[in-house]
């Protein structure tokens, strides 16, 4: 007895409509148009009842005759429903099996918040045995702006949407929501205090369905006494993964946290851990030959960080929103690569006052990698919070309020940095993989003859930032590739250094004699299981490699 005549038995009169539903899953199983013979032999059913219930499927739809060849296939009507079908299936349907799941493995509250107007609701809420899990009530209602679940949704939305919520408040109150909404969506996952619950933290992630099924966050509620700064980050990270699954299967765009297999279990001899700092995304190493230090940050913490080789030790200061480069200026101050655009930069007090911000018509952009030419001028490019579009630009500061797009269309904006005679500039785009040379004029700062001078399979890693020895050669951080990799002016690969961890993002040339490479290294969307095995992610490196680099120049101010 095959299925079919199981269930016709056991729902006694369905009989024939069991048997037209056989007719459209053997159609569907076959996977072409079918003709009558081939329906025939597969139902086993008369002649005269598989044309009756073809003639009723065609009639409805649900079947369609091509007459000509005599062949039959399935219907429009079938993909009508199947659009229906979809729009109804809502996020709670979709992700309570990741909400289950991730209750059970963190041992805390988990929920799903959806948006409604300008407010999120929990419409799915799975509180384990824990004693000390935080409760939450299904059909809790928060006003979206003040709730940490609702800046996660928010952060994923068009400008024009999340305008429409936050109208209504001061400039300072909405630059202070866009700058968290900015951190949110640079790094995947929100992570704020309770405004209703004193002591607890909260964890979210968006969960963005296709059209027509609305916006949502995957949570974590839980005491913060019981999650370290470092659990938290994880458990964002867990949460970005179960939200790529969730999204998978309704068919949105999913969430690439993956990165590649290590190559090999051997590490550079002579690579030394600085600083095991845990940074999200740090970035931006410079060395500052006046202090004798290393500036560097961390992007997505927001954070400043400044390492004294003298006393072996690693200073941090929190940055009041995304901050991706540091450079020091002929004036003995610094200058700062924001979400804001350029702006001065005290060490001391970690003030920052912005000079130009040339994209401050593109909130759903950020700055990323900087560096100075030999003139004094700031280059730097740009890119999307969630380097999910080709927004970037490559941008030159002329003066500090003054600054000139020199090339566009750049996804992931990266390392950038000039040869030893200032005749080439170099520039990367990491999503398309690929460092670009150009022309360059020392003088006038004018750039000619773009080309492809690196490209990297994704399997190998993707490049990253990156800076020139005093001999030409360009080092290469190789993000998800987990080593820094050395080239020639010819682009010939000259050495390589393999890494503890897989995202090393930075590297510049520092030390009394210029010929120790510090690198930087990102643990931003790795889950726990890569973790485990790359415990350093995050960390400062260093290494003496025999060759010098390039002297810093500084900002002209």
Request: net charge negative.
């Amino acid at each position: 007895m095959n299925r079919f005549d199981d269930i016709a038995e056991r729902f006694p009169g369905a009989g024939t409509l069991v048997k037209g539903i056989q007719i459209i899953e053997i159609l569907d199983q076959i996977g072409r148009p079918a003709t009558s013979a081939e329906l025939l032999a597969e139902t086993g059913l008369p002649k005269a009842t598989l044309y009756r219930l073809i003639g009723a499927l065609v009639a409805f739809g649900y079947i369609r005759h091509d007459s000509r060849l005599k062949t039959y296939a399935l219907g429009h009507r079938l993909i009508e429903l199947a659009g229906k079908s979809m729009a109804s299936f809502d996020l709670r349907t979709a992700a309570e099996t990741e909400v289950l799941r991730l209750s059970k493995a963190l041992n805390e509250t988990v929920s799903l918040a959806v948006m409604e107007g300008d407010r999120i609701i929990y419409v799915d809420v799975r509180r384990p045995s824990n004693p000390l899990a935080i409760g939450v009530e299904i059909g809790r209602e928060l006003p979206a702006r003040q709730s940490a679940s609702g800046h996660a949704i928010l952060s994923a939305l068009p400008p024009h949407q999340v305008n429409g919520i936050i109208g209504g408040l001061t400039s300072e109150e909405q630059s202070a929501l866009l700058a968290d909404f900015a951190i949110s969506r640079a790094r995947g996952y929100s992570i704020a205090n309770s405004r209703t619950l004193d002591g607890v933290v909260v964890i979210a992630v968006p969960v963005n369905g296709p059209p027509g099924m609305g916006h949502g966050a995957i949570v974590v509620t839980a005491l913060a006494s019981r999650l370290t700064y470092e659990r938290r980050h994880v458990i964002g990270r867990d949460l970005m993964e179960a939200a790529r699954r969730v999204m998978g299967n309704i068919g949105s765009a999913p969430v690439s946290i993956t990165a590649n297999p290590r190559r090999t279990a051997h590490v550079e001899e002579g690579l030394e851990c600085l600083a095991t700092a845990g940074a999200i995304v740090g970035e931006g190493p410079v060395w500052d030959a006046r202090e004798g230090v290393l500036h560097w940050v961390d992007v997505a913490a927001p954070a400043f960080h400044v390492y004294d080789p003298k006393t072996g030790e690693d200073r941090m200061a929190h940055a009041p929103y995304l901050v991706s480069a540091v450079l020091p200026s002929d004036d003995g101050r610094m200058v700062a690569l924001t979400q804001n655009g350029l702006e001065q930069y005290d060490p001391v007090t970690h003030r920052l006052q912005t000079i130009h911000n040339p994209e401050a018509h593109l909130p759903s952009n950020r700055f990323n990698d900087a560096k100075t030419d030999s003139r004094g001028r700031v280059w730097t490019g740009s890119m999307s919070l969630d380097a999910s579009m080709p927004s970037g630009s490559l941008y030159r500061f002329d003066r500090g309020d003054s600054a000139r797009a020199m090339d566009g269309g750049f996804q992931v904006s990266n390392g950038l940095d000039w040869s030893p005679d200032g005749r080439t500039f170099y520039f990367t785009d990491t999503a398309l993989g690929i460092v670009f040379a150009y022309d360059y004029d020392s003088d006038s700062g004018a750039l000619s003859k773009r080309r492809s001078f690196l490209n990297f399979d994704p399997a190998e890693g993707k490049p990253d930032g990156l800076c020139v020895d005093s001999e030409g050669n360009l080092w290469v951080a190789l993000w998800d590739g987990w080593r820094v990799a050395c080239y020639g002016p010819d682009g010939s690969l000259k050495r390589e250094i393999d890494m503890p961890v897989p995202r090393p993002t930075s590297c510049c040339f520092g030390g009394d004699d210029m010929t120790r490479l510090f690198i930087t290294s990102a643990s931003i969307r790795l889950p726990a299981s890569v973790l485990e095995e790359a415990p350093l992610s995050g960390a400062l490196f260093a290494i003496d490699v025999g060759v010098a680099g390039q002297r810093v120049n500084e900002v002209a101010l």
